[in-house]
């Protein structure tokens, strides 16, 4: 049986017990949505799916708050730094084959809330933002208008509303917006950029050999690898992580100093629009060491989990 571990926002499968599949971009294929969590201004506790555009091979488990642990006959000691993060919360219950922690849950979602990650939902056979304040209800032209005119939350909701449809020309309207949510600090939108240039790049590779151009494939994956270091430097480690396996392959080798040079001149801009638009640089609460101890664990964590719930 394949085993599937969901811990709360990094509730998803990145390590893959049986394979893992190449993520695509979105015009290739389609994918479950996956969960997290929505923030807003005043930090409503929201949780939601998310579908990451190119869509990655993610799976999270409905409820947010529990780690959900199915595995096969192998067995494991128990993880004794896990373990030790996992008793820092005493409210762990058992709910069939999950345990949840409602302290936990809190800490995640204060910290997710403040990078930006908002809630979205299917309808009517495509994912957008669950309709949870007024501005879900204002149509794109409007949203836009009022981004223009500085509206920072209208900006952020029509930056989502055109990155998540998904088609390349929406994700190219989005980019100014995206741009500026990242700018107010809404770090999650990383992935709006991210995911714009994976989108190229396929379109790039699908391209026949005597309409490739091979220069243009290089600048995009030069910009990709930059990019994918941004979520870092801006501390969102979630962010990293889901940037970090969003391509399994580029054509080209860059070396580091090339890409920390390009990262640095993306940093360059985002404080480059703080400083021009006066916005003050946003005060983030400290990630959860237990989400941060997931998001690192570089292995398949889920038998760590059950040998740590099997001890008490």
Same mark, same amino acid.
């Given at each position: 049986?394949a085993?599937v571990?969901a811990?709360s ?7 893959q017990s049986?394979?893992? *599949?190449?993520l695509?971009?979105?015009e ?8 997290? #969590?929505? #923030? ?21 488990e ?8 199915? *595995?096969?006959d192998d067995e494991?000691?128990p ?21 949840? @922690?409602?302290?936990? =849950?809190?800490? #995640?979602?204060?910290?997710?809330f ?11 056979g495509?994912l ?13 032209d ?9 509206? @920072?939350m209208?900006? #952020?909701?029509l930056?989502y509303?055109?990155?998540l449809k998904?088609?390349? %020309?929406? =994700?190219a ?14 770090t999650?939108l990383? =992935?709006?950029k ?7 790049i396929?379109?790039? &590779? ?11 494939l ?16 801006l501390?969102?480690?979630?962010? @990293? ?11 080209h080798?860059?070396?580091q ?6 990262? %640095?001149?993306l940093i ?11 916005? @003050? ?16 664990k570089?292995?398949d964590?889920?038998t760590?989990? &059950? ?6």
């Amino acid at each position: 049986m394949a085993a599937v571990i969901a811990l709360s926002i990094v509730a998803y499968q990145l390590w893959q017990s049986d394979d893992t *599949t190449a993520l695509q971009p979105v015009e290739q294929r389609q994918s479950e949505p996956a969960r997290t #969590v929505d #923030v807003t201004d005043n930090h409503e506790e929201e949780i939601h799916d998310k579908q990451q555009e190119p869509p990655a091979e993610v799976v999270i488990e409905d409820s947010m708050g529990q780690v959900t642990v199915k *595995t096969g006959d192998d067995e494991q000691k128990p993880d004794e730094e896990l373990c030790q993060l996992i008793d820092h919360y005493d409210d762990w219950y058992p709910k069939g084959d999950s345990y949840e @922690s409602d302290k936990f =849950m809190t800490e #995640v979602k204060t910290w997710a809330f403040s990078r930006g990650y908002f809630e979205t939902e299917y309808s009517q056979g495509s994912l957008g933002i669950k309709k949870q304040s007024d501005y879900d209800y204002y149509d794109i032209d409007d949203l836009e208008e009022m981004a223009k005119a500085g509206d @920072s939350m209208a900006n #952020v909701r029509l930056a989502y509303r055109l990155y998540l449809k998904g088609d390349l %020309e929406s =994700m190219a309207r989005a980019q100014p917006y995206c741009d500026r949510a990242i700018a107010d600090g809404y770090t999650a939108l990383v =992935m709006c950029k991210s995911s714009y240039i994976t989108t190229q790049i396929y379109q790039e &590779k699908r391209k026949d050999d005597d309409q490739a151009d091979p220069e243009r494939l290089k600048a995009l994956e030069l910009e990709y690898s930059a990019w994918q270091k941004v979520s870092g430097r801006l501390g969102d480690e979630l962010g @990293s992580k889901l940037t970090e396996h969003m391509l399994p392959e580029l054509e080209h080798e860059f070396d580091q100093e090339t890409i920390e040079k390009n990262t %640095e001149a993306l940093i360059d801009n985002i404080e480059s629009q703080r400083q021009q638009l006066g916005i @003050s640089e946003r005060k983030y609460p400290p990630i959860p060491e237990l989400l941060t101890y997931v998001l690192e664990k570089g292995e398949d964590p889920m038998t760590a989990f &059950k040998a740590c719930f099997e001890e008490q």
